[in-house]
């Protein structure tokens, strides 16, 4: 009997933080098959990686028959490097990740991964193979350690301990009276968001993932806070083909190639001198973002 309980109050509590707005599509995909229509083709066989090249070749789509979302989507993520996609919001930007991760089937064009399409693999195989950092993560009711161990199952004290450094978090876990065995959620601590971030992290580095999907917040974090998480997004991304879903472009310089969305197509490509080179549409966000952070420092004064 009890082990029929405890799936069924993990749902009850999934369906809680859902209804709070805190979806975690990687627990959502473990917990609850919402996405029952994406089965695995009848002969769909493991994802074999090779280095992790991420790839979208014409890529089209829509959520809804009348309203086509993607049109024409082209990118190459060499295996370790980084891809950045930018664009006022509502361009495409997130959709691009729901489709690595097949929450939904395109229309047109081919998404692969070390040249297999994504529709031919097991779905179990293809999400081993990618962790999501996302915008908002979802803490299950227990200690803080079995938050970042879920990262993978199994995982030894030291190894949590270790994810934890990577993620900058440790400190602030050893500063807590219970440490690890602190609890957190809904009837224990609550964490800010910058510290549910580096929770995510770190079971993200736990999992261990060839691909990695960065879902960059949209709310600001203080400049501190912000440094933390960037060093330790910069730790987790290293060595991993990483795209990366950014609001603030200040963030994303360094990405071996930014992407630039709008209305569903992308409108220009490069490295972020060659974008602001050209003086389109990179180049005004990123004028707009630096007149907006100086007007913010303006206002601190
Ligand atoms: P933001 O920066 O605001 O997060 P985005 O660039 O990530 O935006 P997407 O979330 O990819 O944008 O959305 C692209 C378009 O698809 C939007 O017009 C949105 O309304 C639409 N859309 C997103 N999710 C769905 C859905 N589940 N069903 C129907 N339309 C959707």
């Not at 693999?121 to 950092?133: E, H, K, M």
């Given at each position: 009997l009890a082990q029929l309980f405890r799936p069924l109050d993990m749902l009850g509590m999934v369906y809680r933080e859902i209804k709070q707005g805190l979806v975690d599509m990687e627990q959502m995909f473990k917990l609850?098959?919402?996405q029952a229509?994406?089965?695995d083709a009848p002969d769909a066989v493991p994802l074999v990686l090779r280095g992790g090249n991420v790839r979208f070749a014409g890529v089209d789509f829509s959520y809804e028959p009348r309203r086509q979302i993607l049109h024409d989507v082209s990118f190459d993520i060499a295996p370790g490097r980084k891809l950045a996609v930018v664009g006022h919001s509502g361009a495409g930007k997130s959709t691009l990740s729901r489709i690595l991760y097949r929450f939904y089937d395109i229309a047109g064009g081919h998404v692969t991964i070390d040249?297999?399409?994504i529709?031919?693999?097991?779905?179990?195989?293809?999400?081993?193979?990618?962790?999501?950092?996302?915008q908002d993560t979802v803490l299950f009711n227990d200690t803080i350690g079995y938050n970042i161990g879920y990262g993978r199952a199994g995982a030894t004290q030291a190894e949590i301990e270790a994810a934890a450094r990577e993620a900058s978090i440790h400190d602030f876990i050893v500063s807590l009276p219970d440490g690890y065995a602190?609890?957190?959620?809904?009837?224990?601590?609550?964490?800010?968001?910058?510290?549910?971030?580096r929770v995510a992290i770190a079971r993200t580095i736990l999992k261990?993932?060839?691909?990695?999907?960065?879902?960059?917040a949209t709310s600001a974090l203080d400049s501190a806070t912000e440094a933390e998480i960037q060093d330790a997004l910069h730790n987790v991304a290293e060595r991993r083909t990483t795209l990366v879903i950014a609001h603030r472009l200040s963030t994303v310089t360094d990405a071996d190639e930014i992407v630039v969305m709008d209305a569903g197509r992308i409108v220009e490509r490069?490295?972020?001198?060659?974008?602001?080179?050209?003086?389109?549409?990179?180049a005004s966000m990123w004028?707009?973002?630096q007149a907006e952070a100086e007007g913010e420092m303006v206002a601190v004064k």
């Open positions: 609850v098959d919402t229509e994406i089965a040249g297999q399409d529709r031919k693999v097991t779905q179990s195989s293809l999400r081993r193979a990618i962790g999501i950092v996302p602190t609890p957190v959620g809904e009837r224990g601590l609550k964490l800010s968001g910058g510290e549910k971030q261990d993932p060839a691909i990695l999907i960065l879902d960059e490069g490295t972020h001198a060659e974008l602001m080179a050209l003086t389109g549409l990179y004028a707009l973002q």
